[in-house]
């Protein structure tokens, strides 16, 4: 196998990595397709313990398909923006420890809006890469790196948003990925439309070029959305990795749902005779087309002969964007720290491994996905990564063995001001879930199995609850580092929520 001089140390991984493991034919392919900005309740499949609005409005038979052959999980956490948990999910380090706290994309240039009260401070907003001393980046050991050294073809499709223009983790190609479809810095699509090039330039004065999509040209002019363009090509490069006899690992990241809500037209009439209005209805068609790729992927596999030895993981990257309807009874939306910006639809099929239509209740994150699908391919990864990773593998609940231990804390971390979301830290430990606001320096504390909407706010009533909390995602925090924002009024770093606790 060829591989690229670029990345440090590769070739003593690959010895390492090879050691014990099995020959390629026994080797699961592994599929994962992540959707942009999908909320809980934006699909047919539910989620919450009984069937909502937003389930009856959406059709997602594919979806429904994957959760009747594999096993539904009703509490898996992302990150509130994208950058943040893909980020996450390619190195299984935890927010607060790659830094990577909010989206990028120009080079050294933040997007994070101006405050008053508070200086965001020097994240990494150039994002991930595998070279040392790229400013404001985390050096990293990525998943796919990992997986190509160990026999895998490695595939990106869609949406990439790892590092910003200009720097290596801006291509995925510089990641560990052998094969690049359209992912590039930008965070979204210029367009969905093949007709517009999935260029923005066409609406923006001066043209801005910066979102168009690349590597699709083939498509340029036709009439064809870029979900359905995307999938055609990821395909072709899994039929490619199948004539090989190569096992592979097919990131199969969608723009979609992400803005601009553009219209596909195979499904938006049926939305807009059902009575929904023209957004709602352009929503729903950008849905249903996610979910028709998903579909079509499936019956790639089936018909090439693969499909018993490919693992299927879906996914969203974090809730739905506050112009969308709300994922009731979730409180919040994209940016968000309630659930309604961090829980995300999440199904996974392993044939021979996971029992059909079950329910796994457990809590997961984001950064748990780089453990997992190692352990699903059978690659060592202890202890041969730049990084520190924080996740767990969850691969004894796909096996119906085990439970996610009661005392795990999750957190999250976003020490950003941005699009009216103020900064913020949050830790969920068993059904409590308390929410750190840097500005004022407020807290928050919900009883989430009993609180699901995040109505009733605890801290005051169970202060000592509270207490104990705080100083536990200070603890946590402080291992990892966490960068906090600086007061403006006192140009004093903001404190952990306790900051006195050892």
């Keep these: 196998m060829k591989l690229p001089l670029a990345f440090p140390m590769l070739g003593l991984w690959a010895a390492v990595v090879f050691q014990g493991l099995e020959t390629w034919a026994a080797q699961p392919n592994i599929v994962f397709f992540l959707v942009d900005d999908m909320g809980w309740q934006e699909t047919s499949v539910p989620f919450h313990s009984e069937t909502t609005a937003l389930n009856l409005r959406y059709q997602t038979p594919n979806m429904e398909r994957l959760a009747e052959q594999g096993v539904k999980f009703t509490q ?44 965001p401070p020097a994240w990494n907003l150039n994002g991930i890469c595998t070279n040392a001393g790229v400013e404001r980046t985390m050096q990293v050991t990525p998943l796919p790196l990992l997986l190509r050294v160990a026999g895998y073809r490695t595939i990106h499709c869609g949406k990439a948003h790892f590092g910003a223009v200009g720097t290596p983790g801006a291509d995925p190609l510089q990641l560990g990925f052998e094969v690049n479809i359209a992912g590039h810095a930008a965070g979204g699509p210029g367009s969905y439309w093949g007709d517009k090039n999935f260029s923005a330039a066409w609406r923006t004065k001066p043209p801005d070029h910066i979102w168009d999509v690349p590597g699709l040209a083939a498509y340029h002019g036709k009439n064809i959305f870029l979900t ?13 990795s199948v004539a090989a006899k190569q096992p592979f690992y097919l990131y199969m990241a969608h723009y979609a749902i992400h803005a601009p809500w553009e219209k596909d037209e195979r ?12 957004f709602e209805a352009t929503l729903a068609s950008m849905i249903e087309g996610m979910d028709k790729s998903l579909g079509e ?19 969203s990257d974090n809730g739905s964007p506050a112009q969308c309807p709300r994922n009731l009874p979730l409180r919040g939306h994209k940016l968000t720290p309630y659930e309604g910006g961090i829980r ?85 430990q068993g059904p409590w879930k308390l929410i750190y606001h840097h500005a004022d320096r407020r807290i928050e504390l919900f009883n989430i199995a009993d609180d699901l909407s995040e109505t009733r706010d605890l801290a005051k009533e169970h202060s000592a609850k509270a207490a104990a909390l705080a100083r536990l995602l200070s603890e946590k925090l402080r291992a990892m580092n966490a960068q906090m924002p600086t007061d403006k009024a006192t140009g004093q770093t903001i404190p952990f929520p306790a900051p006195d606790s050892p």
């Design 76 to 119: 898996a956490y992302a990150s509130a923006v994208c950058s943040p948990t893909r980020v996450s999910g390619l190195t299984g380090m935890n927010v607060a420890r790659h830094r990577v706290t909010n989206w990028t994309l120009r080079k050294n240039a933040s997007p994070d809006s101006a405050s008053k009260l508070i200086v």
């Design 228 to 240: 359905e363009a995307l999938t055609l090509e990821a395909i072709k490069a899994v039929e490619r």
């Design 267 to 278: 499904f938006y009439q049926k939305y807009i005779a059902a009575g929904l209005k023209p």
């Design 297 to 315: 992927l499936m019956a790639a596999l089936a018909r090439l002969g693969v499909a018993e030895n490919t693992i299927i993981i879906f996914m």
């Design 344 to 428: 995300e639809p999440m199904l996974v099929k392993w044939p021979g491994v996971t029992q059909p239509a079950t329910v796994c209740r457990d809590m997961v994150a984001i950064e748990d996905f780089f453990p997992t699908i190692l352990d699903m391919a059978g690659v060592p990864w202890q202890g041969r990564t730049a990084q520190t990773v924080d996740g767990i593998s969850f691969v004894p609940l796909l096996r119906g063995a085990g439970h996610t231990p009661a005392d795990r804390a999750f957190v999250w971390h976003f020490p950003n001001n941005y699009s009216g979301q103020t900064p913020f830290s949050a830790l969920r």
